[in-house]
């Protein structure tokens, strides 16, 4: 009997759809955020090809002198075009909570189809409780995925290390510029000055010797 159910009925092989989705899509959230978690936490050290976007971005915008008042608004909208196989996080977040419904609407609906067919209580009972028996696990995959709270997790070390780490090595590394600068400015007008003393150094003045000389042959030159 249940053999017949599954197929025949296109009810159930809907819920069967449903339900494979909802699996899927579960699995590479569960993959992808574990990984992004463990990516964050220490962004310095890690060689994702986003991550390295993110920190060439900021310090980008720095080095045109464009600050940024939301650090949290950056990384979010950053965060969006995040593609895990092609597809942004907020559509397989999407596609499992739809075959969550999915599910629950096939198994009523077939088992609604079924009463109206004149099927025993026996078909229609198994497909209203594959039906939601199916969303019922999908639901639990759900909230063990914790899929808000996981990517709460992850904005927030990005926002963390932008603001405090990534931050202050920019500042730094420009304060380190700027003294360098600095000196170097200091010891180009000091070679200024030692040149330019020395172009303007002062004859020493005449000996009283040869003014008295000079003054003996002007005199006999004049006689």
């Not at 339900?19 to 962004?43: D, N």
């Not at 198994?107 to 199916?134: C, E, F, K, P």
């Not at 010891?187 to 003393?197: P, S």
């Amino acid at each position: 009997m249940f053999e017949y159910i599954i197929n025949t009925s296109p009810f159930i092989k809907a819920i069967l759809t449903c339900c494979f989705l909802g699996v899927i899509s579960w699995g590479i959230l569960e993959i992808s955020y574990r990984s992004m978690i463990k990516s964050t936490a220490q962004i310095g050290k890690t060689k994702k090809k986003w991550l390295i976007s993110l920190k060439k971005k900021y310090e980008d915008y720095h080095s045109m002198n464009v600050k940024v008042n939301n650090v949290e608004t950056f990384v979010d909208r950053l965060f969006r075009k995040k593609r895990i196989c092609g597809f942004t996080c907020s559509f397989w977040v999407t596609l499992e909570r739809l075959s969550i419904a999915g599910c629950a609407i096939a198994g009523a609906a077939g088992a609604l189809v079924a009463s109206q067919q004149g099927r025993n209580l026996t078909d229609i009972m198994v497909m209203y409780l594959t039906g939601i028996t199916a969303a019922c696990m999908l639901l639990f995959l759900d909230t063990f995925l914790r899929a808000d709270e996981k990517k709460h997790m992850v904005i927030i070390n990005m926002n963390d290390y932008l603001e405090n780490v990534l931050e202050n090595t920019i500042s730094g590394n420009e304060a380190v510029e700027d003294l360098g600068e600095q000196r170097e400015r200091r010891h180009r007008l000091l070679r200024y000055a030692q040149e330019n003393r020395k172009k303007k150094k002062i004859e020493p003045p005449v000996s009283m010797e040869e003014e008295k000389l000079l003054e003996d042959v002007l005199q006999e030159f004049f006689a």
